[in-house]
């Protein structure tokens, strides 16, 4: 079956910076919209990054824009996430999912699939 699973996650100290991976087995992710989540204890799940399955187009939540980078390399087939000066309040569980629509406007967490099992990022001195 189709599969996405993240790596990268870890524990930063505020103002440090990690790139987390989300590679796909068993489908290509050219053609699906790919879209990063977090998830911290006790809050709903968020949309923070998005790459469209067509030309690219990204999007990033307000409280990221300018620190976090979502590229994709298909080569590897995998979806990167460089997130670049952190804070406390980015620490989660991040996750990556597909979207069969090309837009990333929304990121509405029900309209994503496959998830991957997370890798949790811990922000703290």
């Known amino acids: 079956q189709v599969q996405l699973v993240e790596s990268g996650g870890g524990l930063v100290q505020p103002g440090g910076s990690l790139r987390l991976s989300c590679a796909a087995s068993?489908?290509?992710?050219?053609?699906?919209?790919i879209g990063w989540f977090r998830q911290a204890p006790g809050k709903e799940r968020e949309g923070v990054s998005c790459i469209s399955k067509n030309d690219g187009t990204t999007y990033h939540v307000d409280s990221v824009k300018g620190r976090f980078t979502i590229s994709r390399d298909n080569a590897k087939n995998t979806v990167y996430l460089q997130i670049n000066s952190l804070k406390p309040e980015d620490t989660a569980v991040y996750y990556c999912?597909?979207?069969?629509?090309?837009?990333?406007?929304?990121?509405?967490?029900?309209?994503?699939?496959?998830w991957g099992p997370g890798t949790q990022v811990t922000v703290s001195s």
């Open positions: 999912a597909r979207q069969f629509d090309s837009r990333c406007q929304s990121m509405r967490s029900a309209n994503f699939g496959s």
């Open positions: 068993r489908f290509n992710l050219t053609y699906w919209t």
